[in-house]
Every structure is written in structure tokens, then in C-alpha cells.
DNA sequence: ATTATTTTTGTAACCGGTTACATTTTCGGG
DNA sequence: CCCGAAAATGTAACCGGTTACAAAAATAAT
């Protein structure tokens, strides 16, 4: 059952059926005609199909959400955050989601006119953490397509980008030791090359350190080789054994920092009175860990919801241009330090 | 860029470009023309366009995952798990997954033709809890769409199906609890109305009972308004004042028993010294809680694998008639009971 | 070289909508 | 009752692919 078969039925032509279906143009049909053609409509539970309206109008009416292909990632609260945002962001709208999956092997996929076409998409939202760097690369340079891409800033950025500044959060939990009175602050790194994020935090941390006096040197350092509780855990131990440890560490993100206070328990070092531990991202669990951990949140259902009302408002010409939002990160201070 | 422009850029006709993008019947067409297209379509980046793709072949390669619309779908341990498993098995397959969202306002809008028209998609993988019950019926009876439900089984469902039986699950864990000599089971139920899984996990532990010789009797059931830690507390706050407690209890979410521990904690009263906690569903959360839960778990990424496959299958006429999977829960035993 | 086969290619209709433009209807005013 | 403007409708091309069928080219057989 198709259009022209509904105008054949009423006794029209398929142009009044199709303006008839286009809430924008009903009113160009006289009354008579629309009650008409309702009841066919109904009689027939005729619906549009929704490819050839696309087809058509050049407009899928659906954007698409890029993630790396991984189960992890629903199981990851910051995903998780951001996702409930999109979904919440998209609610209202006329638009449908559609989930693309990058695994990090294609690496030559990378166009992003391609990406669009070949999903019957309109725009993208990046959610970029562990993605193929080129593709992220090629998001960031181009203007011309509508993307957003979710906390991949750096100032060469030229392209959409939704975004809560790692710098300020780290700041914040800095100050919030040395007012505590922490002298010897030490941090547990995640791998440099996986992402900005990684990168950025501990150079803020470095900085930090300048600023409020305290030395970022070599044994209050370690880098952990993922982000992940486990990865954390092992680290910490490690630590511990060779001894020298310093009275807070900021670890780069909650997985970490849970698994080194599960370390840390585990040797009997008492937090946070022996040792402060800091998290980052404020995963859910951080009120019940034990203690609870004190960490820095990214307002992240909001910045989802941004980067889908920003996306559509490129996608739909209402904006051109990349647009810039810049979130703030919130100190959560809870028992751990 | 069309197929048509690539056709006279090459000197050949369209049929021939067609042909030759489709691997099915890319060696009807000689190597040196081959040879010809591919190089014009590197050279202008030409890719088909999918929605063209999509109308003429009657074919979307692109399946739909109906959820409640709502951002907690994305927080919830049980959505995670499936959605995990949907994207682990819709990941080596050329189809797209297109995340569909109902708002459980919209009750009239069930025609589940009307769905698979109005998204562009082929089938449908239903994640309801909590999703409107016309809906869920509609699906349950039609057997003439590709659809895939998953976990609203009851015998009556004439729908493609993957579930995994509550009963077995509640039975393992009275079993459970009676031999290790807890004679006064009681149970923390969910609100009924809510789904299946919270009429037959009750009904389930009401026929354990009547087998293993443990009343369910008045003082010992308490119903709480959701399904949630929150009302898990409260309830069982309650329950502490009004005195008369079991020495263990079947708490019908893991939520609802993160709560009630909670409470007992703040009660003095000891988990399982004094009273047993068994959860529902083996959340993560579970084995950093104090104590451990004991839990129940459904393989929830193996069925939202299966769940992606089995639609594949109707999709693709490799197999039709309704398709049901059944999934055995296993019960997880940690220091809580 | 001619004919029969097999390969390769092309033409044009089709998928199911939208829309510019032309045409017909309707209706008020003279 | 006729004219002209406004309102309503219709025609046909178009979106960008696929594919049945016809036609042409290449190859094999005689």
C-alpha cells in the first residue's frame, strides 16, 4: 500500500496525498478532500514510507551516534552518563538515533561524507574515548559536515565540540588537597596514548604542582597501562611494595582510584587517614565504595544532551559554523580525601 | 556524485556501475571495465548512497531496539547487559542498529507494520520492561513480523522469544537458602503491575514455599512501590520497625536488596549473621557491596547476542516461524546468604 | 567466414515518496 | 452570467539506486 495507491482509492492525485501528509501543507488541501482521504488513510492503515520520504527530501531525519565497537562500552559510566543525555536529548525530537559502531581496525574508514552516506545519516555525535585517532583526527579538522564531537578539545579543534575542561577539574581537586594540607601528592596515570583526556589530566596535575608547590617527581609517579579497577589495583600494589608512597594520590580516573584503595585495604593502609585518594569521573559506585570517593564529576547527561540539540540545530541549518560549549567539572568531596 | 555521473564519467551505463558495486555480481562485469569504475570511483570518492540503496531493494540492513524512552534505560544493569550483547552481535554484521524509544504515553501507536515503516528498519528487538503493555501484547500475538522479545515469556506468547525463567532462578535460590537451614524465608517483592518478572518471581517463590516447606505467609511479605534501592530501603525500614523479621530474605531486585542491607546495617542488625540477603539479576555492584550479595544472574549479553541473531534470521527468511530461546539463570553465591 | 553460444553491457521501468509548475475549480464582484 | 483572483488539484520529473529483459560483443564451433 503506497501513496499512489491511496490517491487511486480517494479518487486523487498523489500530490494532494502528500500534501495532505505534510502537517506543513495540510491546510493547501480543502477540508472535504482531507476528511477523504483520512479515511482511506485509516481504512487502510497506510503509513509513509519513511526511506522514500528520506530518499526524497535528501533528509534521514536520523543522526548517528559513533562509538567504538565494544561491549565496555554501556558498561562504562562515562558512556553510560553521556548516552542518557543523547537519549534524553533526542526524546522530544523528530529524530531518530542510530548507533554506529567503529571498530578500531578501520582505520582507512575514515571519510566522513562517507560515514554519513553509507548510514543514512545526518549528523554524528562522537563519543571518541579509545576510537581510531584518524577519524577523530579528520572529525576535528572538518567544518563541513555536521558533527559534534564530545570532549576531544584541544585548541587546534576547529570543529563542534561539547566539552568539560580536565584542566579545571584537576585544579580543583589539587587545591582541595593542599587545603587539606597534603604536601607530598602523588598521581596514578592511565596510558598517555589512549586519549586527550589522559594526556591533559596529567599535565594539569604537573601543573598544578607547580603552581601550589608541591613536586611531581619520579616515585609518587605510576602509570597504570589501562583504566581500569584491575589495572589499578596491580599498580597500587606495586607501589606499595616498593614502599616510599605519599600521603594523597589523584588517580586519573575511578576505576583506578578503586582499585588502589582495594590495594591499599588489602596492606592495611587506612584511607584516607594514612593516605588521601582521589578519583575522576564520579562513577555511581564512588557512594559506596569504601570509603567513598572523593572525585570530580562531568556534568555528562547534560553535555549529551547538548551535543544533541547542538548537532540538530547544524543539521537542520538553524546554526552554521562549529559551535563551542564548554562545560564545568563539580568537585565531589566524600570521605576519601 | 550519483551512480549515473560515475556511469558516463566511465563510459559505461549504470546497470554495469550497479553490477559492479554489488560483490554478489561484481565478476559479471569484465576486469577491464572493472578496472575503469573503480578507478573513477576513487577518484571522486563516489560511495552509494544507502537510503537510494534501502528504497529499491525493499531491504533497510538496519535493525531497531525498542526501549522505554527514558534515561534510565542506559543505567540500569539488565538494559546494559542486553545492549551489550545486541552490539557484541550485531558487530560482525552488515546491519545497523537504530535505537528506538517509546514513550509509554504513546500507547495507541502499536502497529508494529507502522513501526518497521516509520524507522526505516527490517525487524525489532524488544527490551520492555516497563514498556506499554498494548505494545508488548501486539508483539506477543503477531508472528507475521520479524521481532525478537526478550524476557517477556509466559506459555501464551506466540512471538519469537529469548528468556530466561524467573522460576528456575527463584527455586535455585530457595533451594539455596533451605539447605543451608534458613526455615523463616521472607520476600521483598516488586510492584506487580510493573512486568512478568515481578508477577512470576512472587509466584515463583510462592510455589518453592509450598515444595520446600517455608510459609509465605503475611508478616513476611513485603511489597515495595519500584523497583528500586531507594524503595528497597525504605520498605525494609519499615519492615525493621514493625519487628518480626525473618532470618532471610529474597529480595526481588538487587536494588531492592542493596537497599534493604543498607537499612539492616543501619538497624545493627547483621548481614547474614542475623539475616540472609539474597538479590535478583547479579548486578556488578553486587560483589562490592557489604557483604557481597548473593545474587541470581540471567547471561544477559549471551541472550542480547542471541536476540540479534535469531531477528537476523527472520529478517533474512533464513528461518521463519517464531524462533524461542530459553536461557538457564545461575546462582551466584557470595557471603550475603 | 559464418553461425551458435556465452559474456558483457545497455535500456528503461521500478522502488515510494516530493514538488515545481500547469491546470482546473471555486467564489466574489461587477 | 461573466471575469479575474485565489484556492485546490493534477502532471510529470526527480531523488539514487536495482534489475528484468533486450541487445551487443566476444568467443567457440562448424
Known amino acids: 500500500m503506497n501513496i499512489r495507491d491511496i490517491a487511486k482509492k480517494t479518487g486523487v492525485s498523489v500530490a494532494t496525498v502528500s500534501r495532505f501528509l505534510d502537517p506543513q501543507k495540510k491546510d493547501l488541501v480543502r477540508a472535504e478532500t482531507r476528511e477523504k482521504i ?3 488513510i485509516r481504512k487502510y492503515h497506510y503509513s509513509p514510507n519513511r526511506t522514500a520520504q528520506a530518499l526524497s527530501r535528501q533528509i534521514n531525519n536520523t543522526i548517528g551516534m559513533v562509538t567504538p565497537l565494544s561491549p565496555d562500552v554501556v558498561k562504562s559510566p562515562y558512556f553510560e552518563g553521556l548516552i542518557a543525555g543523547i537519549i534524553e536529548g533526542i526524546g522530544p525530537l523528530a ?3 542510530k548507533w554506529i559502531m567503529i571498530r578500531n581496525e578501520d582505520r582507512e574508514y575514515c571519510n566522513l561524507h562517507e560515514i554519513l552516506r553509507e548510514h543514512s545519516v545526518d549528523g554524528l555525535i562522537f563519543l571518541t574515548w579509545r576510537l581510531s585517532t584518524n577519524l577523530v583526527d579528520e572529525v576535528q579538522h572538518r567544518t563541513d559536515v555536521p558533527a559534534v564531537l564530545i570532549n576531544d578539545y584541544s585548541p587546534s579543534v576547529r570543529c563542534s565540540i561539547v566539552y568539560c575542561e580536565n584542566r579545571s577539574g584537576v585544579k580543583k581537586i589539587c587545591s582541595h588537597l593542599t587545603s587539606k594540607g597534603y604536601k607530598r601528592i602523588g598521581m596514578l596515570k592511565g596510558p598517555e596514548y ?3 583526556d589522559a594526556r591533559e589530566r596529567f599535565s594539569a596535575f604537573k601543573s598544578s ?3 601550589m608547590g608541591f613536586r611531581v617527581r619520579d616515585p609518587f609517579l ?6 581500569e579497577e584491575e589495572a589499578g589495583y596491580q599498580t597500587m600494589k606495586l607501589w606499595v611494595d616498593k614502599g616510599n608512597l605519599p600521603d594523597a594520590i589523584f588517580c586519573a ?10 590495594a591499599l585495604n588489602e596492606s592495611k593502609i587506612k584511607v584516607p587517614k594514612d593516605i588521601a585518594i582521589v578519583g575522576y569521573d564520579d562513577s555511581p559506585r564512588n557512594e559506596t565504595t569504601n570509603p567513598p570517593l572523593t572525585s570530580v564529576r562531568q556534568p555528562l547527561e547534560a553535555m549529551g544532551k547538548a551535543a544533541v540539540e547542538t548537532l540538530v540545530k ?11 560549549l564548554k562545560f564545568e567539572p563539580e568537585l565531589i568531596v566524600r570521605e576519601s580525601a
Open 38 to 40: 483520512d479515511r482511506i
Open 222 to 227: 605510576y602509570e597504570c597501562p589501562r583504566f
Open 314 to 324: 547544524l543539521v537542520s541549518k538553524e546554526a552554521k559554523g562549529a559551535i563551542r
Open 194 to 196: 589512549i586519549s586527550l
Open 95 to 97: 529524530y531518530d538515533l
Open 253 to 262: 580516573n575511578d576505576g583506578l582510584a578503586i582499585g588502589a584503595i582495594r
Open 209 to 211: 604542582g607547580k603552581k
